[in-house]
């Protein structure tokens, strides 16, 4: 199954809760943290929802 590699790169101070939730849920919390995820399309879908305050690394 292929994975994405995801690093925050945008504060979610003064962003909107649901984005904010959105970070939670994938693991992100903190500047410069990067997790790893399957590729489903719930996860492409929250990428989406934060697109400016993530990065995909390869």
């Not at 939730?21 to 997790?35: A, D, E, F, P, Q």
């Not at 929802?49 to 995909?56: A, F, G, I, L």
Request: charged share 30%; net charge positive; aromatic share 0%.
């Amino acid at each position: 199954m292929a994975t994405i590699k995801l690093k925050q790169t945008g504060s979610p101070i003064r962003r909107p809760e649901s984005q904010r939730k959105v970070l939670i849920g994938l693991g992100l919390n903190k500047m410069n943290r990067i997790v790893e995820h399957t590729d489903t399309p719930e996860i492409r879908g929250m990428l989406q929802k934060v697109r400016h305050m993530v990065t995909v690394i390869d």
